[in-house]
Antibody, heavy 119, light 110 residues
Framework: QVQLVESGGGVVQPGRSLRLSCAASGFTFSSYAMHWVRQAPGKGLEWMAVISYDGINKYYADSVKGRFTISRDNSKNTLYLQINSLRVEDLAVYYC????????????WGQGTLVTVSS | QSVLTQPPSASGTPGQRVTISCSGSSSNIGSNTVNWYQQLPGTAPKLLIYSNNQRPSGVPDRFSGSKSGTSASLAISGLQSEDEADYYCAAWDDSLNNWVFGGGTKLTVL
């Protein structure tokens, strides 16, 4: 079955960098687009970024453009999110999710990894 | 401020029918399909409705979706206590080249 497992979250100081990972299994990872979506405590879902199946096309929310970088390693069945210059407002659970193509709905989600930004 | 607008809360009694609205614009709902997600407390979102009105396997037919112009709706009939959750609409936005979500609606079963 489709499984997405996020990791890399934790407590990080403001201004530092962090790389989140999403390990995929149970499907042909290299055939699917992948997303990152975050949810601040008690708040709604906020879409962050999507990457095409081959890693060529990437789209970002305006709020994180230039600071977040989405990437993937199809040989390792793994999706990444590099977050630079972390801010207090980046505190959230970060979910990875799968879709057939970039513009298709995310249909499978991981359980999320919590990023806490605190000095 | 979310690009898609949902009411923050909705409620109903067991057995009732409840609808949740989602309002957008010509660049998102007006030109693309709408999807709905259910998020039970403490869990990851789950796809509930895709392509305006399609249910993934395993989703009860009590859940239905519709779209008209730049608005969409999620209807839940025969409301059950386990339907108490947050519901989000989502669509691709052609102008932003982004996915956009509604702010979410918290459904309470009284």
């Amino acid at each position: 079955q489709v499984q997405l497992v996020e990791s890399g979250g934790g407590v990080v100081q403001p201004g530092r960098s962090l790389r989140l990972s999403c390990a995929a299994s149970g499907f042909t990872f290299s055939s699917y687009a992948m997303h990152w979506v975050r949810q601040a405590p008690g708040k709604g879902l906020e879409w962050m970024a999507v990457i095409s199946y081959d890693g060529i096309n990437k789209y970002y929310a305006d709020s994180v453009k230039g600071r977040f970088t989405i990437s993937r390693d199809n040989s390792k069945n793994t999706l990444y999110l590099q977050i630079n210059s972390l801010r207090v407002e980046d505190l959230a659970v970060y979910y990875c999710a799968r879709s057939s193509v970039v513009t298709a709905f995310p249909n499978h989600w991981g359980q999320g990894t919590l990023v806490t930004v605190s000095s | 401020q979310s690009v898609l607008t949902q009411p923050p809360s909705a409620s109903g009694t067991p057995g009732q029918r409840v609808t949740i609205s989602c309002s957008g614009s010509s660049s998102n709902i007006g030109s693309n399909t709408v999807n709905w997600y259910q998020q039970l407390p403490g869990t990851a979102p789950k796809l509930l409705i895709y392509s305006n009105n399609q249910r993934p396997s395993g989703v009860p037919d009590r859940f239905s979706g519709s779209k008209s112009g730049t608005s969409a709706s999620l209807a839940i009939s025969g409301l059950q206590s386990e339907d108490e959750a947050d519901y989000y609409c989502a669509a691709w936005d052609d102008s932003l080249n982004n996915w956009v979500f509604g702010g979410g609606t918290k459904l309470t079963v009284l």
